[in-house]
């Protein structure tokens, strides 16, 4: 007979079946500590990891079709004070993760065996809390945004370690540096941050920061909390703290075209998490009231329909959202137990 698990996997994998929510995976039988602030899965998608509020402050599960294996042994080294960002590397064989206390930033090795051995800190920290951290697509740089002046910091990085790190852009964010991402070609570096214009971006490449981009026409309406590229790397969208709290833009190498049209159904207030899926075709938003998580089709001419909420909805604020590399499940970081909630997905 099947189990609970096991009888999700099988009749609601996220390739088949009605489109949008299938019914919620089983919780994880050791459940994060505290407040679920980020959440990221492996690039492989056999592994789950989130950023919370209270010790370990890190915390990783195996993940497959089943849902949930047996959490991950600690690593050895804790961060210190509040996780707030996740990442592993596009190799998959590196974690990071942003955090309050100094050093602000820790980098572990990954693998099937769980935690390796912290990396040294980097010889020059981040500027104050860490409060997210993202790797460049080639692997070959790492980002973190901070609650400091200069509060973004990049390091190239490799299988050493952390290198010199690149010099402060020529214009800094306005204001504490909520979210970092980089573009999937790897050309331009985006920030979501507290003070107006709330997103900033920034030509890159192995020479560090270019000149600022032109500001959008139309801002986002409030602190921006997170920021997604699509996956083509045609739109770049902003989740902010002021209706209607979601604000997506076209992208190109001339920077940012006229702001799509708001959704018809807006997002309850106040949206802190924002991802694509894989494919590009759906835009998922996590925010402060129910139902904690919003997800819309997306295409070049904007938002659809709103998707059906799920029939289990996340318990409290929705801090975080991540789509599998499959873009058969996606999972919502959330401030109330169990803090993870994770359904299979159907574009």
Same mark, same amino acid.
């Given at each position: 007979m099947?189990?609970r698990?096991?009888?999700?996997?099988?009749?609601?994998?996220?390739?088949?079946?009605?489109?949008? *929510?299938?019914?919620?995976y089983? #919780?994880?039988?050791?459940l994060?500590?505290?407040?679920?602030?980020?959440?990221?899965?492996?690039?492989?998608?056999?592994?789950?990891?989130v950023?919370?509020?209270?010790?370990?402050?890190?915390?990783?599960?195996p993940?497959?079709?089943a849902? *949930?294996?047996?959490k991950?042994?600690d690593?050895?080294?804790?961060?210190?004070?509040?996780?707030?960002?996740?990442? /592993?590397?596009?190799?998959?064989?590196v974690?990071?993760?942003?955090?309050?206390?100094?050093?602000?930033?820790?980098?572990?090795?990954?693998?099937?065996?769980g935690?390796?051995?912290?990396?040294?800190?980097?010889?020059?920290l981040?500027?104050?809390?860490?409060?997210?951290?993202?790797?460049?697509?080639?692997? #070959?740089?790492?980002?973190?945004?901070h609650?400091?002046?200069?509060?973004?910091?990049?390091?190239?990085?490799?299988?050493a370690?952390?290198?010199?790190?690149?010099t402060?852009?020529g214009?800094?964010p306005?204001?504490?540096?909520e979210?970092?991402? *980089?573009?999937?070609?790897?050309?331009?570096?985006?920030v979501?941050?507290?003070?107006s214009?709330?997103?900033?971006?920034?030509?890159?490449?192995?020479?560090?920061?270019?000149?600022?981009?032109?500001?959008?026409?139309t801002?986002?309406?409030?602190?921006?909390y997170?920021?997604?590229?699509?996956?083509a790397?045609d739109?770049?969208?902003v989740?902010h703290?002021?209706?209607? *709290?979601?604000?997506?833009?076209?992208?190109?190498?001339?920077?940012?075209?006229?702001?799509y049209a #708001?959704?018809?159904?807006?997002?309850?207030?106040?949206?802190s998490?924002?991802?694509?899926?894989?494919?590009?075709?759906?835009?998922?938003?996590?925010?402060?009231?129910?139902?904690?998580?919003?997800?819309?089709?997306?295409?070049?001419?904007? /938002?659809?329909?709103?998707?059906?909420?799920?029939?289990?909805?996340?318990?409290?604020?929705?801090?975080?959202?991540a /789509?599998?590399?499959?873009? #058969?499940?996606?999972?919502?970081?959330?401030?109330?137990?169990p803090?993870?909630?994770?359904?299979?997905?159907?574009?």
């Amino acid at each position: 007979m099947l189990g609970r698990s096991a009888l999700l996997a099988a009749t609601n994998s996220g390739s088949s079946g009605p489109p949008g *929510f299938g019914a919620k995976y089983a #919780d994880p039988s050791t459940l994060p500590g505290g407040n679920c602030n980020s959440i990221a899965f492996s690039p492989a998608g056999n592994a789950i990891a989130v950023a919370h509020s209270n010790s370990p402050f890190i915390t990783a599960y195996p993940w497959s079709a089943a849902g *949930f294996g047996a959490k991950y042994t600690d690593p050895g080294t804790l961060p210190t004070i509040a996780g707030r960002g996740v990442a /592993f590397s596009p190799a998959g064989n590196v974690i990071a993760m942003a955090h309050f206390g100094s050093p602000f930033i820790n980098v572990y090795p990954w693998s099937t065996a769980g935690f390796g051995t912290k990396y040294t800190n980097p010889a020059t920290l981040p500027a104050g809390i860490g409060l997210a951290v993202a790797f460049s697509p080639a692997g #070959d740089a790492l980002a973190v945004a901070h609650g400091t002046s200069p509060f973004v910091t990049v390091y190239p990085w490799s299988t050493a370690g952390f290198g010199a790190k690149y010099t402060n852009p020529g214009t800094l964010p306005t204001g504490q540096c909520e979210r970092v991402a *980089f573009s999937p070609a790897g050309d331009a570096l985006a920030v979501a941050h507290g003070t107006s214009p709330f997103v900033t971006v920034y030509p890159w490449s192995t020479a560090g920061f270019g000149t600022k981009y032109t500001n959008p026409a139309t801002l986002p309406a409030g602190i921006g909390y997170a920021i997604a590229f699509a996956p083509a790397g045609d739109a770049l969208a902003v989740a902010h703290g002021t209706s209607p *709290f979601i604000s997506v833009y076209p992208w190109s190498a001339g920077g940012f075209g006229l702001k799509y049209a #708001d959704p018809a159904t807006l997002p309850a207030p106040l949206a802190s998490g924002v991802a694509f899926s894989p494919a590009g075709n759906a835009l998922a938003v996590a925010h402060g009231n129910s139902p904690f998580v919003t997800v819309y089709p997306w295409s070049t001419a904007g /938002f659809g329909t709103k998707y059906t909420n799920p029939a289990t909805l996340p318990a409290g604020i929705g801090q975080s959202v991540a /789509f599998s590399p499959a873009g #058969d499940a996606i999972a919502v970081g959330h401030v109330s137990t169990p803090l993870i909630s994770v359904y299979p997905w159907n574009s």
